[in-house]
Structures are given as structure tokens and as C-alpha cells.
């Protein structure tokens, strides 16, 4: 049977194994889907074919360390170790936006900080403790809520994007998000944060 015919797991088997030639033949299997999940994110050439090559090289840094265990799942496994890559960068280039936002009962994306309960001017140090207080609010989240609150929120990404980033249906990404928001909002509520979203 030719190397070609081997499933992704039988081919990550003889790389392990010391057969480099099934590396090249999953990366010419998977790099145009891999890719285009990578540009459609970061919406620039060469930071996405850096990001691209990062990905392979922790691929294969993980194959080598023997701490595969994604059996039958590797696409969704290299997309992930992409998307976690993606996040990274912008989190040094501190692209992120740092103010998250809501939505309205009108539907309408409002910041949290339009909402703060007290009239007062709050100082430099309250909002950053509130920023992070959200975010951390964020991270509490399952991780297919706060994957679609980030994309949309912080990266300004598009519900066609995030819908062709995660592989799911645009309805299915607007649900995680009305979700994750709805969520978000009892979090703020039970945790007693200095704003109120209303």
C-alpha cells in the first residue's frame, strides 16, 4: 500500500517510528486547510506562513516527545496548537482591544465601561482591575464560549470567520456567543463587579 493510502494516525505511527517521509506526507495533506484556518484569522501573508511553520515545528516537537495521544483527531489538533500560536502573537503584540464589550437588549455591542454604576471618573488602576476581572470572567468559560468571545471581541473577527476558523455553522457560533454572554452576565451579577450590565 502507498504511503499516500495511510490514515493521519498511521502515518503519525511511522514518523514516530523514525519514517520522515509520512511528516511530509501529512503536512502536503492538511497544509491548505491548515493555512487557510491560519490567514483567515491574522489577514497578513507572512505573519500567517510564520505562524504556519511554528505550528510544524511544534508538531513535530510534540511527536518527538512522544505526548501525541490524539488519536484519529489530528487536524483539529494541529488547528489547535495554530490557534493557541494565533493567540500568543497577539497577546505580545498586545493587539488585543482591551475593552470587552456586550451586547443590549437592542442588539447593540456596548462596552462594559459605558455601563459602570457609579457616575464617578474611575481611575487608571480600577479599570485595569476591572479589565481583568472580565477577562478572568472570560477564562472561566467552556472553552467552545470563550474561543467565539475572543474571536469576536477581541480579534474583531467576523461570525463567517469564526464560523470557518472553528468549523461550525454561523448559527452555532452567534449561539455560543449569545450564550457565553448570557453567562458572562451572571458571572458579573454573583461576582458583584463595580459595573452593571443592564
Not at 520522515?20 to 503536512?27: F, G, K, M, P
Not at 447593540?108 to 457616575?119: D, H, K, M, Q
Not at 461550525?168 to 450564550?179: D, E, H, K, P
Request: overall charge positive; aromatic content about 8%; proline content about 3%.
Amino acid at each position: 500500500m502507498s504511503i499516500q493510502m495511510l490514515s493521519d494516525n498511521e502515518l503519525v505511527q511511522l514518523y514516530i517510528g523514525g519514517n520522515e517521509e509520512s511528516l511530509a506526507v501529512l503536512l502536503h495533506r492538511h497544509k491548505r486547510k491548515l493555512f487557510s484556518s491560519i490567514i483567515v484569522v491574522v489577514k497578513d501573508q507572512q505573519l500567517a506562513e510564520d505562524i504556519f511553520q511554528d505550528t510544524f515545528v511544534k508538531v513535530i516537537q510534540t511527536l518527538k516527545r512522544g505526548q501525541y495521544n490524539e488519536e484519529g483527531k489530528f487536524l483539529p489538533w494541529i488547528v489547535r496548537i495554530a490557534r493557541n500560536l494565533i493567540i500568543d502573537h497577539f497577546r505580545r503584540a498586545k493587539k488585543m482591544p482591551p475593552v470587552p464589550v456586550y451586547i443590549n437588549e437592542e442588539g447593540e455591542e456596548v462596552s462594559v465601561f459605558n455601563s459602570l454604576a457609579s457616575p464617578d471618573e474611575k481611575n487608571d488602576t480600577d479599570c485595569k482591575g476591572m479589565k481583568k476581572d472580565i477577562r478572568n470572567l472570560i477564562n472561566k468559560r467552556p472553552e467552545d464560549q470563550r474561543e467565539v468571545v475572543l474571536m469576536r471581541i477581541y480579534y474583531d473577527m467576523s461570525f463567517k470567520e469564526i464560523s470557518e476558523f472553528t468549523n461550525v455553522s454561523i448559527n452555532t457560533a452567534l449561539g455560543r456567543m449569545r450564550y457565553a454572554l448570557f453567562n458572562l452576565k451572571k458571572m458579573i451579577e454573583e461576582h458583584k463587579l463595580e459595573f452593571a450590565i443592564r
